[in-house]
Every structure is written in structure tokens, then in C-alpha cells.
């Protein structure tokens, strides 16, 4: 059959045309069509016959229950549509879409049939089984044949005379309309009609490529087979028609309420975005991952703290004991008692559950501050087993809870309190603390800040004189340093104290030595000692920071007064303390424990049977590990070793010289030195000096006070001074003989300081008055400097300048001597304005800042100020300043012997 | 928890300061060591500006966090310092100077 698809508007114009005319088929042919019984009759035919007469009216959609029956009681009930849907939907799609066609227009509507197609044609095909389903196979078979059949529309026409008998008629049935016609029609309906699966109102028209043409011409050469079957064999063919309508649609308005809407925003920020992506660590006490909590919350979690076994049946009298305890701190005290004591509450009540919260409420707490109002609660707890029983205990659990949150301080389990009010104070400090902190770092203020201090240019007690004298000092200074190009000479020299470092905790404690860290410059570590110091006597040890001009950062309590301290600089939080009874502690300054790393407080471990005066840290070679060496009364030069616990090496035994062999030793001089060397090195051996001098053969050991290894020089050598007034040099490596003794001074020296610019010459502050300045070849002093009237009880040189030092005095004055100008008067002096009774007994000058520090037998810590005497450490130029200082003193010495001449 | 007593009793009592408010994460005030009537006005005002802040940095940096805040005027200076659980404030007149 010719497939050839044409305009749709042309089909729709022949539709519109073959409708008319199959409608009025149809009718006809139902009249005229009588299925034969038993019989399959065809869609097309029934259809057509059926279209004519009965559009109006509504076709029943019969069912079992229903049946048709004919005026001679013939039974033309169609079968359910139901039984032959399994029929072949192709076939029947193609022609039933004819049928469509008709039966669409029957019911008046138009151009829908598509949408109906399917449903239809499985309807009208459906219906056509008279016996049900032994037809179905026959069924399938025949409407595929009658589906190919296009051109057998006689044969439809004659097999309908046969279906007669089971039509339904309604009303007269139209006159059939010549086979060929229709024939022609039908099969331009097959041909141009496509039924769209979807069910489009509009037509769907096959393209000229589409493949589907060769599966239409199948399906109607199929029909076309089927018609010429029934044709051949009418009596398996039964005329049958069905008409479904659609069910009665009624428009109807209903209104209903809008879905109930909630608006509500969220913003998100970057934060909370990156946040959410990659959750963050619950790192620092910043970031809390915790839901805030009311103060209860908080409680709810330290409960088990504040609630720990208790005794069960003491009185109220002792929880009123035990309440005076700190409110605050709970746990240490409670938890030791409930280990000492975790059995004994359930001894009384043995009924007692085992449940938790019923325990808890069995015990009673100490920490809240109404001890009877607790009590009475846990009392009526033990009154009952009911009530220990799960969930009263809960209840009364949070009773409990709620009692204790109203006694105890709200600040309880508040994460970074102490931080945050650490962190807050530091700034309220440095606020108060501005002006002065700026001097420290050696700048002016603004002059709106509350103006720049005045500075305290004290003069020296002795009178006008000494006035210009200073004035002439400062002149000379001025000179001195514009020598150098600095800029700092204009503002004069001075010192002025900025603040003073005291701990709390040491106040009844004087200060013994202090030490600059060599890292962070701006720490500074005090010791203390008792102020009537023996072996007993306890000790304390604070950190003070820039931080805190008020208040140590951290300090702790030591078991014996500490003598001395030293940072070490390879690891620059260790702290080497050396105490009054012998022992050496490091301490590991970042822990904040009180408890030391290592400790050697046993004689077995190497404890000195004496103070330890001095402990230094001391690099003995290029690439070796720092090494402690300690200094002490017992007269032994020790080295501690810090590898595997605090390991000692004694270095040397500071024996004791007479003062005649070492005076002449000290005379000696040019060529004869060695053989001067040699006999000082064998006059101190015991025999010698019994020999020379009749001195007993135990050789006494002098206790050594101070030590001091010269940067500048062998790391091998270095010198210590005893407290008979000399000073001895020592090679490590020869630890039994001295290298050379220096005597001259008359009372014991507290301090030895190499100079740290010039290698020969070094420092001595001895408790005879007076300070001396030695050349390391010489035995005797270069220069003396006579401090005061009181001992001179320590010895610092300038970091930054050559020929400037400072020193302190039991007086209570600190002074500042400068080679260069004068050798009778120190450059600047400050004495304390408030009372002479504090002794200042140890400074330090600060590395990169132009201070000082100064401790006083008062307990506190003078940071103080220079004025003038300030090099910044890039400007220092270490051979500049050491030919300033052999300059400056071999000027002395020259006028010195000027004078004596 | 008595260090944390002992610091906040330090600390009030510095030559300057004002006062200490510590306000908790709600708004309520947990301590203070100023009159009623400043600590409510502090207590009502800074903690939002210190999450104003806060958020603002976050804005800028979404790892980063506010760990300080200084407000200084002519004639006072606000510290605060916000935490997930608190708000801790302390006023000082800078100018007093501490002997």
C-alpha cells in the first residue's frame, strides 16, 4: 500500500471528510452487520457499523455482570475489555486508530482520537470475544491478520452481514456505503494516520524517512490477511461493539489554604563557609567546639569533682570544717579523701543500691557552702530504698547541682579565664607602664603622653666639688663619645630607675643574684636568699618579663636560698642555680615547674660541702657542649655535664697560698718568670710550703668566690678569685697548678669579670673598698678604683662600651666608673632616695637594652636607665673599643706614674 | 580557680583601672568589680562590637580569629578580651601613671 505521507492539511481535510463518511458507514453497517455466533468480528466493521446510529448515545462498558441480550434472547454480551488487552497493541494501534477515528467522531470528539488510541482500540478489540478467553489465542492471530488486511472492506462488509446477530442496536442502522469506497478510505486512514504513543491532539504524520512506513505497510498487509480470513472462514468471526466513553468530568472550584510558610534567613560568612567544609581542629582554647553552657551545665560536667566519696556518716560539724576549705578547688581535695575512703559509705547501708546517682546521693558534699542544707537532702535520700533508686536520685542529683551552682563562684570551668585575664593585665600594665617602657627600648615619649620622666642625676654625697667633678665627667663623656660620632652625648649621663621588679612571694627574701637571659634579653631571672641565710633556709626563684613590670611572670620556692644563677646560653631556657648548701639545680625556665630538671643536692652526686658562689656556663670548646661550671666555698672548681643526669668532674682545688710565696711569685718578672712560675707552682704543694714556710702539711683549701671564663682568650683558661683576696688563673687542663696568682687586694673578692672587649684586663670587686683592674700578665693591679665606703659587692662590665663598668656597694649606691675619664670618681652614681639600709648586692647589665638592673637586699629589682651610655650592639666594634680601653688605661698608668714621680 | 581570683583582684586594683566585668556568653554578668550601673552599660554594649569584630576578621581570614580588642578614647581604654565562653572587660584610664 502506498505509504506516501502527505500535508497535514490535507490529511486533516480528508479526515475531516472520511469522518463524515465512516461515521455514516458505520452506522449502516451495524444495522446491516449481524456477527456470526462464536465468531471473532472485526474492529473496522463494528465500528463502522456501530458509529452511525449510536453516537449519542452512552455505550455501557459491560462487564460479567451485565449482559446484552438480544429481542430473540440471543446473548450478545461482549466479552470484558479486560480479557484480550494482551492482543497486539501494533495491530491494533493502526487500525484501531481508524476505528478511533470513527468512534472519536461517534462521541463527538474531534481530534482527539490519538490520545484515546490505545485505549480504545484494546477496548474495541477486547470486546470481541465472545467465549472469553478460548478465543484470545484466535483472537490475537485474527485481528493481526485483519489489521493487514486494508483491502477488505467487502470482505469486512460481508463478514458483518454475519455479525449481525450480536450487534447492538440503537436505533435505525445507516445504509452501508459501497465497499470501495470505504475500502479506499480505510486504507488512506491506515496509511496517513500514525497513532502517537504520547496521545498529542495533533495528527502525527509520518516523514518521508521515517522508518516506520515499512512497519505500517506490514501492519496493513497484516489487516489486510486478516480481512481475507474472515472472508474465508465467517464463522470465526463475531461481530461485536463497544463504545466507552469518557466518565462525566464535572468542573468543580475548590480553594484551599496556601501551604503554611516560614521565612527564614541564615547568613553565612567566609568563615562559616570554610568553616563548615573543612571542620577545624579543636585546637587552641580559642576555637570551642562546646555549645555555650549556663553556669549549671557547667557544674553538671565537675559534679562528679565536687561530689566524691565522702565519709558517709560524719556529723555536720565536719562537712562545716571541710567546707572552710577553698570553694573553688574541689578536686585535689575531695579526690584524695575518695581514695583513702571509697568503701566506707556503703558499709552503713548495706540496702543501698549500687546505682550511681543513688551513691552520689548517698555521700554528702563538703565544698558547698551550706553543708546542713546538703546534708539534709542526702540524709532523706538514705531514709528509703525508693530513693535510691535511679530516678529520684536523679532528680535529688540535680537538686544538688543546682545547690552547688549557687554557692560557688560563676567563674568555675570558664575555659581561658585565667589566660584572658593574664593576657588583659599585661596590657593594663603596658598602658601604665608606657612611658617608661619606651625609655627601656631607649626612646623618647610624645610629649603628650604624660611627659618624659626627669632625670635623676644624683650627685655624689661628697660636696660642690665632686658636683663639677661630675660635670667635668660628663663633659669628658661627651667628648668621648662624640669621638666615636655618636649622638647620644648631648643628652648628658645618667641613670634613672624606672621600675622595680619585686615578687610577692619573696618579699622578706633579699635578692641575691640575678641574670640576664642570654636569648630573650628581656628576661630576667632573680634568686633569693633568706635574709638571715644558712643551710636550711629556704630559697626562691622568679622570672620577670617586660610583660609585667609589677609581678614576677612565674617564680617558685627552692629548698635552700639560692647564691647564684646563670642562663645558659645553648639552651636558653635552662637556668644553672648553684644554692647556699652546695647543691646545683638546672631548671628549665619554660616548664614553670618547680621542681628542678636535674638536681644534685647529695654529696654523693657531687653537692658542695659550701655555697656555691658562682655558676657559670661555660662553652671549653669550639663545638662542645655547654658545661656548668660552679665555684664554691669547699674550694673546688667543679664541672657539671648535663649529657646524662648533672655528672661533676672536679676541675680544680683551689689550694690555699701563702701570701709570701705568691708575693713573690708576684715580683718576678721578664726572663726570670718561669723559674718564678715554677717555684709559686711548687710552693703550693703542701711540702713545699712546709718547707718554705712552715705551714702545716694538709694543704688548706681557700674557698673560691667568683669565676670567670674570658670570651676573648682559651676557652681552657680562665680565673678565680678566692675569698683571701687572690685571684688565681687556671688552665683546665692543668688543674693542679695555678698559671698565676694575683694578689693585692685585702679582703675576699666577690667578683672577677674579664673585660669583654679586651682580652688582658679584667676586673676585681673585693670587700676591702675598692675596685682594681689587672692585666692578665701582670701580678699585680694596673689601677684601683676606691669605691666608697663599703664593700664592693659586685662588678659588671658594659656590653657596649670598653671602658665602662658598673658596680654596686653594700652602701646602697650604684655606680657607674668610666677607665677613661676618671679613675677616683665614678662617671655616675645613684643612691637610693628612700633609705640606706637596703645593700645593693648583684647588677646586670642588660645586653640590648640601655639598662641596668640592680638588686637590693630589700627583695626588689631596680631596673634602672643609662642615660648616655648606650651603644646599639651593630654600632659596637669590639677592637675599636678594646684599643679605647688600653688607651684609657695606659694613660692612667702613665699619669699614675707621672705622679708618683 | 584562686590564681584567677587573685589576678582579677590584681588587676582591679591597678592605679588606672576602673574596672573588670566578666560577661558570659548569654549576656549575663558573671563578675565585676565596677559599680552596677557602668558594668551594665559595658555589659550591654562590648560584647556585641567585639562580635562585630570578630566577624570581621573572620570575614577576612576564615582561620583566623580575634584574640584582642582595644578601644581607646580620649579618656579611657577598653580592653576586651572575647572567648567561646566569655567576655572579659577591663577599663583604664591610661593616663594615670603607676608609681
Known amino acids: 500500500m502506498s505509504a506516501k505521507p502527505r500535508s497535514s492539511v490535507e490529511v486533516l481535510a480528508a479526515k475531516q471528510e472520511r469522518r463524515t463518511t465512516v461515521v455514516s458507514e458505520r452506522h449502516a453497517r451495524i444495522q446491516r452487520d449481524a456477527p456470526p455466533p462464536g465468531a471473532l468480528s472485526r474492529t473496522s466493521s463494528r465500528a463502522s457499523s456501530h458509529g452511525g446510529t449510536a453516537p449519542p448515545r452512552a455505550a455501557t462498558l459491560v462487564d460479567a455482570a451485565h449482559r446484552v441480550l438480544e429481542a430473540d434472547g440471543t446473548d450478545r454480551t461482549p466479552v470484558s475489555l479486560l480479557a484480550s488487552q494482551a492482543g497486539p497493541r501494533t495491530g491494533q494501534s493502526v487500525a484501531g486508530t481508524a476505528g478511533m477515528h470513527s468512534s472519536g467522531r461517534s462521541l463527538g470528539a474531534s481530534g482527539h482520537f490519538n490520545s484515546q488510541g490505545t485505549g480504545f482500540a484494546s477496548a474495541l478489540y477486547g470486546s470481541y470475544l465472545t467465549d472469553g478467553g478460548s478465543h484470545a489465542a484466535d483472537s490475537t492471530v485474527d485481528t493481526e491478520a485483519s489489521v493487514s488486511d486494508t483491502d477488505s472492506l467487502e470482505v469486512s462488509s460481508s463478514s458483518a452481514t454475519s455479525d449481525d446477530e450480536d450487534l447492538i442496536y440503537y436505533g435505525e442502522a445507516p445504509a452501508p456505503k459501497p465497499a470501495a469506497a470505504r475500502k479506499e478510505k480505510w486504507r488512506r486512514l491506515v496509511v496517513t494516520h500514525e497513532p502517537d504513543e504520547e496521545g498529542s491532539a495533533a495528527e502525527s504524520l509520518p516523514a518521508d524517512d521515517e522508518p516506520d512506513n ?182 535529688q542529683h540535680y537538686q544538688l547541682v543546682e545547690e552547688v551552682a549557687k554557692n560557688t563562684s560563676p567563674l568555675v570551668g570558664l575555659q581561658g579565664l585565667a589566660e584572658a585575664l593574664q593576657l588583659v593585665e599585661c596590657v593594663v600594665l603596658q598602658n601604665a607602664y608606657m612611658s617608661r617602657l619606651l625609655r627601656y627600648r631607649d626612646m623618647r615619649p610624645h610629649a603628650q603622653e604624660g611627659g618624659a620622666r626627669d632625670l635623676i642625676m644624683s650627685h655624689p654625697p661628697d660636696g660642690p666639688d665632686d658636683v663639677e667633678a661630675v660635670a667635668q665627667a660628663t663633659q669628658d663623656v661627651r667628648e668621648a663619645l662624640a669621638m666615636e660620632g655618636l649622638d647620644k652625648a648631648k643628652e648628658g649621663v645618667g641613670m634613672e630607675v624606672l621600675w622595680r621588679w619585686s615578687c610577692a612571694a619573696a618579699a622578706a627574701m633579699q635578692t641575691q643574684c640575678l641574670t640576664w637571659n642570654k636569648v630573650k634579653t628581656d628576661l630576667l631571672a632573680v634568686g633569693y636568699a633568706d635574709k638571715n641565710v644558712n643551710t636550711k633556709s629556704p630559697g626562691h ?81 669550639h663545638g662542645w657542649d655547654e658545661v656548668l661550671i660552679s665555684v664554691s666555698a669547699d674550694g673546688r672548681v667543679t664541672q657539671w655535664s648535663i649529657h646524662k643526669g648533672l655528672q661533676h668532674k672536679d676541675l680544680a682545688l683551689l689550694k690555699r697560698t701563702s701570701a709570701r710565696s705568691s708575693s713573690a711569685s708576684a715580683t718576678l718578672s721578664g726572663p726570670g718568670r718561669t723559674a718564678a712560675k715554677q717555684q709559686s707552682l711548687k710552693s703550693t704543694t703542701a711540702q713545699q710550703q712546709q718547707q718554705q714556710s712552715g705551714e702545716p702539711i694538709i694543704a688548706r683549701l681557700s674557698g673560691g668566690t667568683s669565676v670567670d671564663f674570658s670570651p676573648l682568650g682559651e676557652p681552657s683558661l680562665y680565673l678565680v678569685a678566692t675569698d683571701d683576696g687572690r685571684v688565681h688563673q687556671i688552665n683546665t687542663n692543668f688543674a693542679d697548678q695555678y698559671i698565676r696568682s694575683y694578689s693585692g687586694h685585702l679582703g675576699p673578692i666577690y667578683r672577677v669579670a674579664w673585660s669583654p672587649f679586651s682580652f688582658p684586663y679584667f676586673l676585681t670587686a673585693s670587700a676591702d673598698w675598692t675596685l682594681k683592674l689587672w692585666h692578665e700578665r701582670q701580678e699585680t693591679a694596673l689601677l684601683t678604683f676606691p669605691v666608697g665606703q663599703d664593700a664592693v659587692t659586685d662588678v659588671a662590665w658594659s656590653p657596649a662600651l670598653g671602658t665602662i663598668f658598673g658596680a654596686t656597694t653594700a652602701a646602697g649606691t650604684t655606680e657607674i666608673w668610666d677607665v677613661a675619664t676618671s679613675v677616683t670618681q665614678p662617671l655616675c652614681r645613684l643612691s637610693d632616695p628612700v633609705g640606706g639600709a637596703d645593700r645593693t648586692t648583684c647588677l646586670s647589665f642588660a645586653t640590648e637594652a640601655p639598662v641596668l638592673a640592680v638588686g637590693t637586699s630589700s627583695g626588689e629589682v631596680r631596673v634602672v636607665h643609662l642615660t648616655g651610655l648606650y651603644v646599639d650592639a651593630a654600632e659596637v666594634h669590639q677592637d675599636v673599643q678594646a684599643r679605647h680601653l688600653q688607651a684609657a688605661v695606659e694613660e692612667n698608668l702613665a699619669a699614675t706614674r707621672a705622679a708618683a714621680k | 580557680m584562686a590564681d584567677v581570683e587573685a589576678t582579677l583582684q590584681r588587676l582591679s586594683n591597678h592605679k588606672g583601672v576602673l574596672g573588670c566585668v566578666v560577661v558570659d556568653k548569654q549576656g549575663k554578668v558573671l563578675r565585676t568589680t565596677c559599680e552596677a550601673a557602668i558594668t551594665e552599660q559595658y555589659a550591654n554594649l562590648i560584647p556585641d562590637l567585639a562580635e562585630l569584630a570578630r566577624g570581621t576578621v573572620r570575614d577576612l581570614d576564615p582561620l583566623n580569629d580575634l584574640q584582642f580588642l582595644r578601644i581607646r578614647s580620649k579618656k579611657t581604654e577598653i580592653m576586651v578580651a572575647p572567648r567561646p565562653d566569655f567576655v572579659l572587660m577591663a577599663i583604664q584610664d591610661p593616663k594615670t601613671v603607676e608609681t
Open chain 1, 214 to 395: 515499512e512497519a505500517i505497510d506490514a501492519a496493513n498487509t497484516k489487516y489486510q490477511a486478516l480481512l481475507q480470513a474472515k472472508q474465508e472462514d465467517p464463522t470465526r468471526w463475531v461481530n461485536a461493539q463497544t463504545q466507552t466513553i469518557a466518565p462525566y468530568t464535572l468542573s468543580v472550584d475548590c480553594q484551599c489554604l496556601p501551604p503554611a510558610l516560614q521565612s527564614s534567613e541564615c547568613q553565612a560568612t567566609i568563615a562559616d563557609v570554610s568553616e563548615s567544609a573543612a571542620p577545624s581542629e579543636p585546637q587552641q582554647d580559642l576555637e570551642a567546639t562546646t555549645a555555650p553552657q549556663t553556669h549549671q551545665q557547667r557544674l553538671e560536667g565537675h559534679m562528679p569533682m565536687l561530689v566524691g566519696a565522702m565519709r558517709p556518716s560524719g556529723a555536720d560539724k565536719g562537712f562545716g570544717k571541710r567546707a572552710s576549705g577553698t570553694r573553688g578547688q574541689p578536686s585535689t581535695a575531695i579526690s584524695r579523701r575518695s581514695m583513702i575512703n571509697p568503701r566506707q559509705s556503703f558499709s552503713n547501708d548495706p540496702r543501698r543500691s549500687s546505682d550511681n546517682a543513688g551513691r552520689r546521693m548517698s555521700q554528702r558534699t563538703s565544698e558547698v557552702g551550706r553543708p546542713s542544707a546538703v546534708g539534709r537532702m542526702s540524709r532523706r535520700s538514705m531514709d528509703g530504698k525508693a530513693l535510691a533508686k535511679g530516678y529520684a536520685g536523679k532528680q
Open chain 1, 541 to 621: 626563684v622568679a622570672v620577670f618579663s617586660l610583660k609585667s613590670p609589677s609581678a614576677p611572670r612565674f617564680d617558685f620556692r627552692t629548698p635552700s636560698s639560692i647564691t647564684s644563677m646563670d642562663f645558659s646560653r645553648q639552651n636558653p631556657h635552662l637556668l644553672g642555680v648553684g644554692c647556699f648548701d652546695g647543691s646545683i639545680a638546672v631548671y628549665d625556665v619554660r616548664a614553670r615547674q618547680e621542681a628542678p630538671v636535674i638536681v644534685a643536692d647529695t654529696l654523693a652526686a657531687g653537692k658542695h660541702r659550701g655555697p656555691v658562689w658562682q655558676v657559670k656556663w661555660v662553652c671549653l670548646g
